[in-house]
């Protein structure tokens, strides 16, 4: 009889203990709720579209890409035979072979190899680039370049840095 006594005030004890925390949980939650706070997630999940860009706006992209690829692989002639004969920077220094290799060098001592590339057009027509450049060095930046369709290749017309 004691036992039966004593295993039905435990299991009593148990319920009004879960019974407790479980309204205790429901009261919290919903009284750290704001009246607007229910909308505001449902908005924060709806999908956002991904920009769109032409095709004549991405056209130079390939270029771009196998040019920074080289710059990556730090095979700075490969990433030199993307530029344009009277490629510049974009203050209109020329860049020949030696000067651009300088500048490729430069970065990779200052800031390191580069660890990855972004990039979106900078224009519809797909003269203008944008990259964001991530170095291992934790170093982030943008640099800008200025395509030109030869042909049916595009090169590199000018660049403000690598």
């Known amino acids: 009889m004691k036992r039966s006594l004593f295993i039905a005030i435990l299991f009593t004890c148990l319920a009004l203990l879960l019974i407790a925390c ?5 009261s919290t939650s919903s009284s ?6 229910e909308q505001q997630t449902n908005a924060i999940t709806s999908p956002v ?10 056209s130079s992209i390939p270029t771009a ?3 920074y690829q080289a710059l990556k ?12 004969a009277n490629a510049t920077t974009t203050d209109g220094k020329k860049l020949t072979q030696e000067s651009f290799t300088q500048m ?5 001592i200052q800031s390191g190899a580069i660890t990855g590339i972004t ?20 170093v982030h930046y943008h640099s800008h ?6 042909g049916s290749t595009w090169k590199i017309l000018s660049l403000d840095r690598i």
């Open 73 to 84: 692989d730090r095979d700075y002639a490969k990433a030199y035979a993307y530029l344009d």
């Open 145 to 150: 370049l200025t395509m030109k369709k030869e």
């Open 65 to 67: 890409i196998t040019y």
């Open 32 to 37: 750290k709720k704001s009246p607007g706070q």
């Open 49 to 58: 579209p991904a920009p769109t860009f032409s095709k004549s706006a991405v």
């Open 119 to 138: 990039m979106v057009p900078g224009s519809s027509d797909g003269t203008q680039i944008v990259t964001t450049i991530d170095r291992n060095a934790n």
């Open 22 to 26: 479980n309204d205790q949980s429901q």
């Open 104 to 108: 490729a060098q430069n970065a990779f």
